[in-house]
């Protein structure tokens, strides 16, 4: 039985989804003010252009009338996260879109959806003459959506009577880390400034000793820095991390991308001196697994190419990529020709399976996340000792994720039910890539970079690639970054609104 | 006959890496890194625009950046070389057009696997310069008027919001 959305539900979402471009809004702030100080005024208008269409919307939204009432609901939640992801990505594409860097605004929507989602796929054309405060920008989205587009407006508490944890869930957040959900979402605010502070200082540093000058050094440092710990993939330069040709500054990402690519719950218990539970954690144990089995098989495929002389180099491409699409970050210190050129082996293959694993759940990261592969993994292994165990026997399997549990048919199931999610985009993703002609392969690694939010690419994602793809990668991006419920209850929602009543049992 | 004609097409193709292949003089970067395997360990001529900033290296070198047809290459050259590029490009600035002649690496062996070109020559061929970028005045008067009719709208829900009762 399904519940149908009516007028006032809809209100209710267009209302908070105001609130939200409104918050946009303020945000294109900063790049206004990067724009103002570095004397970028053919950017500045574009950012005065952006606020004036975002507040006017925002504004307008707001007189949707909410009862004070009626609460926010669970549904609600769903809608208007789902939503809200695409109205701040539509308001927040028209900036790029005057910036001169993308043919058209789809490009620029492309972008900014890929940054709001930390994917990092990037179509922008001549990013190396792209103006600071347009960079600011694109680096400001993965900052915004890294911890949640919804949470970073929860931070706010906006109006909100009640509601905010429905919002919180919604976005696919599994965890609350304190008691109230406000108190929550500043806590992860508060983790992100820790280590972008330290990013930044130590980045700004490599980059002065480098010999970039003072502005340049210290806006690259916090642009990586961004990138890195949201796991998002962008970079200032067309070259990505390649651009510096520093295994400092590569140090300091992988840093960044690991710390990014970890439970804000598990950071909460470590800040509060719980550091065993770093070694006794299901997802940290399963990501070290991943990680050390896929690095094996990236470094043996990147030997076999016989490209490299010697070990360093092996081990060094092999283990930064593993960790980078792992970690759903997408910075590379190869270009994408590689991977098609001479690396489409074992390497490729590895790349490919650490994109789609993905990080920790209530992370910055995406993919199907490490927990949900260790419960898969431990109820694999129940049933292979039920199986033999007496038949009066009660096996149970115990694992720890901040305390220990006891595995459950349902925990199983909804691990399943999201992998097996992912797994069908992933490669309904590679099929639509090869109708469009492209190979195999490469439409699978594209597909599995854009569904689990990472960003690293074959070279299919570009300006020129054809429309419907575009489209299709900005679906996945989307769909990937709410995992998939807040997406299907919108699509739910509109086929209820539209069909005939005789068609609606869905 | 079709046999035949089949397996000594997919011959050629499985020799098609002994095939010599014959340098261009003069190659984008973009040419480079697309048959990268093909030139690996080979003496090539890049030409393109000098990006951002000389980077400190080893050895007492530096990397110079070069840009063209949208691929950016790494090149390992002298500091003293380095210095005769005037501007490098950034936004509101071409670059100057370097054409840089040296032994090309797909992967180094002395930086780590990254694809670079190590210097023999470097010359600049054409100076670059400030770029003239419109500022379109237009989206001011847009952008401001948009903020003026928010702030209205803002003052207008404030006015109402007042008035119902929690």
Redesign the interface.
């Known amino acids: 039985m399904w519940l149908r959305v009516d007028r006032y539900d809809a209100s209710i979402v267009v209302h908070y989804v105001g609130l939200l471009v409104l918050g946009m ?1 303020g945000a294109m702030l900063l790049p206004l003010l990067t724009a103002v100080l570095l004397g ?3 950017a ?10 975002s ?2 919307l ?3 939204m ?2 949707a009338p909410v009862s ?1 009432a009626r609460r926010v609901t669970h549904v609600h939640g769903l809608l208007i996260t789902a939503v809200a992801w695409l109205a701040a990505s539509l308001v927040g594409a028209v900036p790029l879109a ?1 910036s001169g860097n993308y043919p058209t605004y789809l490009d620029a929507l492309f972008d900014t959806l890929s940054g709001f989602t930390t994917s990092g796929l990037t179509v922008v ?2 990013l ?5 405060a347009h960079n600011m920008w694109r680096h400001l989205t993965h900052l915004i959506g890294g911890q949640g587009i919804v949470v970073a407006a929860l931070s706010f508490a906006i109006g909100l009577r009640g509601g905010a944890l429905s919002l919180y869930l919604a976005e696919g957040r599994d965890e609350r880390i304190l008691p109230n959900v406000v108190h929550t979402v500043r806590f992860i605010w508060f983790v992100t400034f820790v280590y972008i502070t330290l990013g930044t200082l130590s980045l700004t540093g490599v980059n002065l ?5 003072a502005v ?1 050094a210290s806006l690259h440092a916090f642009w990586i820095s961004v990138a890195a710990y949201d796991t998002g993939g962008f970079a200032p ?3 990505n991390a ?6 400092l500054f590569e140090t300091v990402t992988v840093f960044l991308m690991l710390a990014g690519a970890m439970n804000f719950s598990l950071h909460a218990q470590v800040w509060r001196g719980d550091r065993r539970e770093i070694w006794r954690n299901i997802e940290t144990r399963t990501l070290a697994f991943n990680v050390l089995v896929l690095s094996l098989l990236a470094t043996a495929g ?1 030997a076999a190419a016989s ?4 070990p ?3 081990v ?2 092999g283990v930064y990529h593993v960790l980078s699409a792992h970690s759903g970050t997408g910075h590379q ?3 994408a ?2 991977w098609t ?2 690396y489409a082996g074992l390497a490729f293959v590895a790349v490919i399976l650490a994109m789609g694993a993905g990080g920790a759940v209530s992370s910055t990261a995406g993919g199907i996340k490490a927990l949900r592969l260790g419960v898969i993994a431990r109820s694999v292994i129940l049933d292979v000792k039920e199986s033999i165990a007496p038949t009066t026997a009660v096996v149970r399997s115990r694992y720890h994720h901040l305390a220990q549990r006891v595995l459950t048919p349902q925990l199983t199931s909804t691990a399943a039910v999201t992998f097996i999610l992912y797994t069908t985009t992933y490669v309904v993703g590679a099929l639509i890539g090869g109708l469009y002609g492209y190979p195999a392969p490469q439409a699978l690694f594209e597909s599995v970079s854009a569904t689990a939010n990472v960003g690293l690419s074959t070279g299919i994602t570009t300006a020129t690639m054809p429309v419907g793809l575009k489209v299709l990668y900005m679906a996945q991006m989307w769909a990937g970054r709410l995992e998939f419920v807040a997406a299907m209850a919108l699509v739910a929602n509109v086929l209820i609104a539209v069909l005939p009543p005789y068609r609606r049992a869905l | 006959m079709r046999i035949l004609l089949t397996a000594a097409l997919l011959f050629a193709a499985l020799c098609r890496p002994a095939v010599a292949w014959a340098v261009p003089e003069v190659m984008s970067p973009a040419e480079v ?2 048959d ?2 093909l030139l ?1 360990g080979r003496s090539l001529t890049i030409e393109g625009e000098a ?7 080893d050895g007492g070198r ?2 110079v ?1 070069v ?1 063209g047809e ?3 290459l ?1 090149t390992w050259t002298t500091a003293e070389s380095a210095g005769g590029i005037s501007v490098y ?6 670059g100057d057009r370097v054409r840089v002649t040296g032994r090309f690496n ?4 002395r ?6 070109l190590h210097t023999d020559v470097f010359e600049v061929v054409r100076r670059g310069g400030d770029v003239y ?5 237009w ?2 008067g ?6 003026a ?3 209205i ?2 003052w207008v ?1 404030r006015r109402r919001s007042e008035r ?1 009762p ?1």
């Open positions: 809004a970028e005024w053919a500045a208008a574009d950012y005065v252009f952006g606020i004036g269409v507040g006017t925002g504004t307008g707001l007189f004070p005057f054309v001549d190396d003459h792209m103006s600071l000793w480098l010999g970039m000058d340049r330069q067309s070259m390649l651009y510096y040709h520093s295994p990147l490209v490299f002389d010697g360093a180099a092996v060094r491409k210190t190869l270009y020709a590689q050129e001479g | 890194v697309a990268s395997l690996d990006i951002g900033e000389a980077l400190r290296s530096v990397w950046n840009l949208g691929t950016a790494g490009g950034v936004y509101g600035r071409v797909a992967a180094c062996p930086h780590g696997g990254d694809m670079d970028i419109p500022v379109a005045w989206r001011f847009v952008g401001a008027a948009g903020i009719l928010a702030s709208l803002a829900y119902v929690e």
